[in-house]
Structure formats: structure tokens, C-alpha cells
């Protein structure tokens, strides 16, 4: 089983930056893409961005130009750096990755979730 451990949420002020980060743990697995989504009060959840392992980005049109997310593929790393921050982005934060489980017979495919972390942007 793959393990995601989010770190880097809190409360900031309007403006201001926080960095997220999410590390994929477990033994005999590789990581295909991974992603950030957000789910605020009453709203949907929704892809904020994502990254495939060759390093190819997409981003919530809302977040371009503010929100980076990179990847670290030997630390099975993934990271969302999130600048010039409003209030609506206040939500919770999930990590996300696609990957397979190493097999004789082919890779057994997986999808895993962090439990989300807690980003509130308010005066």
C-alpha cells in the first residue's frame, strides 16, 4: 500500500505563500502523475494542478501564474508552491498520485489519496 504524508498547510494572511508538500512512501511502486485538489465549503472538489513524470504541468485556470507544482521522482516528491494567495483558495488540499505496484506480471495500477491539509487565507 502507498502511504501519502502532506505537510505545509496553515493559515496565511491574503498575499502571502505557503508551500505544500506530499511524499509517497511504501516499497516496490512507481509513480506516474501526481496532483494537487482543493475542496472548499459547499463546493466540488477540483483538480488545482498536476504533473506527469515526465514533468508536463496543468493548472485550475484560477491558480496560473500563482500556484507552481513540481515533482521530485527520487524522492517521490511532489510539491505545490502557492503564492500571491486570496481567500478563495481557502480549502482543503488533497495530494493525489497514480502509480503501479512492480510485478512479474505486469504492474498492478493504484491510485492513492492523502487525507488533505487544511490551507485558510484571511485577514
Known amino acids: 500500500q502507498v502511504q501519502l504524508v502532506e505537510s505545509g498547510g496553515g493559515l496565511v494572511q491574503p498575499g502571502g505563500s505557503l508551500r505544500l508538500s506530499c511524499v509517497a512512501s511504501?516499497?516496490?511502486?512507481?509513480?506516474?502523475?501526481m496532483g494537487w485538489h482543493r475542496q472548499a465549503p459547499g463546493k466540488e472538489r477540483e483538480l488545482v494542478a498536476s504533473?506527469?513524470?515526465?514533468?508536463?504541468?496543468k493548472y485550475l485556470e484560477s491558480v496560473k501564474g500563482r500556484f507552481t507544482i513540481s515533482r521530485d521522482n527520487a524522492k517521490n516528491t511532489v510539491y505545490l508552491q502557492m503564492n500571491n494567495l486570496k481567500p478563495e483558495d481557502t480549502a482543503v488540499y488533497y495530494c493525489e498520485t497514480d502509480g503501479g505496484h512492480y510485478s512479474d506480471a505486469g504492474d498492478v495500477m493504484f491510485r492513492s489519496w492523502g487525507r488533505g491539509t487544511q490551507v485558510i487565507v484571511s485577514s
Open positions: 511504501g516499497s516496490g511502486f512507481r509513480l506516474n502523475a
Open positions: 504533473i506527469d513524470r515526465a514533468g508536463s504541468k
